[in-house]
């Protein structure tokens, strides 16, 4: 586990952690948006709260026994629970994919009993339990863990992460302090971006919606291959639906219906509000669009979508669903 410096939106809330460093609370819930950096501040407060020198900045040194410990994946001070993935097997077509599990399930915080009944390897030391994303907890784990946030093992702190935080059950919600993870300014967003060497900054940050971090991730998923099927997209009723699916099927299923919701999401918005959230650069188009639907059209198409998330892991089926999608696509405009 490399920990890298927090990211510079992230410094006052470090300075602020940092000043009561030893009176942190047992449980602190790190709540916000996804991809402005969350998992990874908790990362580097784990590790500068398990280091041995800390810097002026209160900061992780990276050369004591315990960043080495941590750096390796072995800290015996400190958890991290997250969904697991499950391992890679054949699917019917032949080719290799890999499901991401989304839950955190019991026997992960049932496994947790024996690190938490020992001690610290350091006398003075505290243990660390980061649990991301919390909302993965099913009701079980939530249940096991909300017993342990009961009756807190001494010097234990759990760091919980969560993009939705009211997905969380409220009786561990009440037991964590939280800590709303600041998003930063679209200026610091642009600034943080061009100095990480990426292009065009400006179109991805808002196709991401603000997560500069989600922005990065889209660059490696083809998101500029999205903004190209948003300008086949921008042909409304006269879009080609071949040319459409082709594209599609080439992104990827999933990022293709990710693709698509953000275009329907901001016909719909710039309907009703003459606004567009992830398509500045084609205000005109969309707006233009906007102004020709049938809304009960665009709502089936938006429900169709939905359906195509849920079975974008069936291959076979993608190329025909695609077809009719935008079939359906088309016949939105007046
Ligand atoms: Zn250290």
């Known amino acids: 586990m490399i920990v890298s410096e927090n990211y510079p939106w992230q410094s006052s809330i470090w300075q602020r952690l940092m000043l009561d460093k030893k009176r942190l609370p047992h ?25 041995e020198k800390v810097n002026s900045a209160h900061q992780a040194c990276g050369a004591c026994p315990s960043c080495g410990w941590f750096e390796q994946d072995n800290h015996p001070d400190f958890r991290l629970i997250s969904p697991e993935q499950d391992v890679s097997k054949d699917d019917e077509v ?44 099913n009701t079980a784990a939530a249940n096991a863990l909300l017993k342990m946030l009961e009756e807190p093992p001494p010097n234990v702190i759990f760091i919980l992460v969560a993009h939705h935080a009211h997905k969380i059950l409220p009786t561990i919600m009440s037991r964590c ?14 600034a943080w971006m061009r100095q990480e060497g990426i292009q065009s900054a400006e179109v991805l940050l808002s196709y991401a919606g603000g997560s500069p971090l989600m922005a990065i991730d889209e660059i490696e998923e083809g998101v500029l291959t999205s903004i190209q099927i948003c300008k086949l997209l921008s042909f409304g009723a006269k879009s080609d639906v071949f040319q459409l699916s082709t594209a599609c099927l080439a992104l990827g299923m999933e990022n293709a219906v990710s693709a698509l ?17 992830y398509h500045p650069s084609q205000e005109g188009v969309v707006k233009k669009l906007a102004q020709q639907i049938h809304l009960s059209q665009l709502l089936d198409f938006q429900k169709m979508l939905g359906d ?3 079975s974008a892991n069936h291959p076979l089926n993608n190329e025909l669903q695609l077809e009719r999608l935008f079939l359906h696509y088309t016949q939105i405009f007046k």
């Open 308 to 310: 195509a998330k849920k």
């Open 177 to 190: 302090q939280k800590i709303d993870m600041p998003v930063p300014s679209t200026d610091d967003a642009h």
């Open 94 to 137: 032949g080719t290799k994919s890999t499901k991401k599990r989304t839950q955190i399930v019991i026997e992960q915080i049932r496994g947790l009993s024996d690190f938490l009944s020992l001690s610290s390897h350091k006398s003075d030391g505290v243990r660390i339990v980061l649990i991301h994303p919390a909302e993965g907890l």
């Open 27 to 51: 449980a602190l819930l790190l709540r916000g948006q996804s991809g402005i950096g969350k998992q990874a501040f908790a990362i580097s407060l784990s590790q500068a709260m398990l280091c």
């Open 261 to 277: 919701q953000k275009w329907s999401y901001d016909l719909l918005l710039c309907h009703f509000t003459q606004e567009v959230r």
